[in-house]
């Protein structure tokens, strides 16, 4: 049996991802900020409370999933945030801390104590979750959210390189990106005033999916597994091109 650690798994894609591993025979612990007062009545999904910039926090995630289910195969950084939808110079300081904490520095030390820990083991695969600029997009209002994700793809990279380069080309244990596309969740249509909204869900209902209908495929692909340094892509170049030119004949309302 598989075993998946997914933080931030109490909502969104991370949520998602859980329900997804689950469904297929995996035993799954996620992590957020809080979880369920009352504990999941399947032995196979444990909620812990974390807090994923604090690198002794992260280490008694793995420490719990390894005493429940004896190892860890695949561990998601997926707990991310965002900023208000505003200049860079017009957020308040701890906005700025929060999406850098969670997203840049909570997910290197994550990367840090479990590579660590599946070097230790023998095998593992670490995915760590990109997003808007990770491709280099950018956009006015996402200086800092896609600042820190285009980092997470550097560091990705950068990791499997040193893995390979101590562990060899074939390296049990492997980073790799997963980047989910453009998914609705709370987070996507933050901040934006009606009329903002109005031109933006235009696009969002060309190129965004649901939750339901991306993590099944994403949780499909992470078992699969792929070479150290490769990515799992949801919203490809030409997934995106070919939505543009068939758009108007597609009809969606993801928002209805």
């Excluded at 969670?102 to 104590?113: I, Q």
């Excluded at 495929?217 to 997934?239: F, H, Q």
Aim: aromatic content about 8%; charged content about 20%; overall charge positive.
């Amino acid at each position: 049996m598989t075993v998946v650690v997914v933080t931030g798994g109490t909502r969104g894609i991370g949520q998602g991802l859980v329900r997804q591993f689950h469904a297929r025979g995996c035993s799954v612990v996620y992590c957020g900020r809080s979880v369920p007062a009352e504990p999941d009545p399947d032995p196979r999904v444990r909620g812990v409370v974390a807090d994923v910039t604090d690198r002794a926090a992260v280490r008694d995630l793995w420490e719990e999933a390894v005493a429940a289910y004896g190892r860890v195969d695949i561990w998601i950084n997926n707990a991310g945030v965002t900023t208000a939808r505003r200049p860079l110079w017009e957020l308040p300081p701890a906005e700025l801390d929060a999406v850098i904490d969670v997203n840049l520095r909570g997910l290197a030390h994550a990367s840090a104590v479990v590579l660590a820990a599946m070097r230790a083991q023998g095998h593992g695969a670490l995915w760590n979750m990109e997003g808007f600029g990770s491709g280099n997009q950018k956009a006015p209002g996402l200086a800092a959210y896609g600042a820190t994700k285009r980092a997470v793809t550097y560091l990705t990279d950068a990791l499997a390189k040193e893995l390979a380069a101590e562990l060899g080309k074939d390296s049990p244990v492997t980073v790799a990106h997963l980047s989910p596309g453009m998914v609705v969740t709370d987070l996507l249509a933050r901040d934006y005033t009606p009329e903002e909204f109005a031109k933006a869900k235009k696009i969002f209902n060309i190129l965004a999916d649901t939750v339901e209908t991306v993590t099944p495929w994403l949780a499909e692909r992470v078992l699969a597994g792929v070479p150290n340094g490769g990515r799992v892509a949801w919203l490809t170049t030409p997934k995106a091109v070919g939505r543009f030119a068939t758009a108007a004949f597609r009809k969606r309302d993801l928002f209805a």
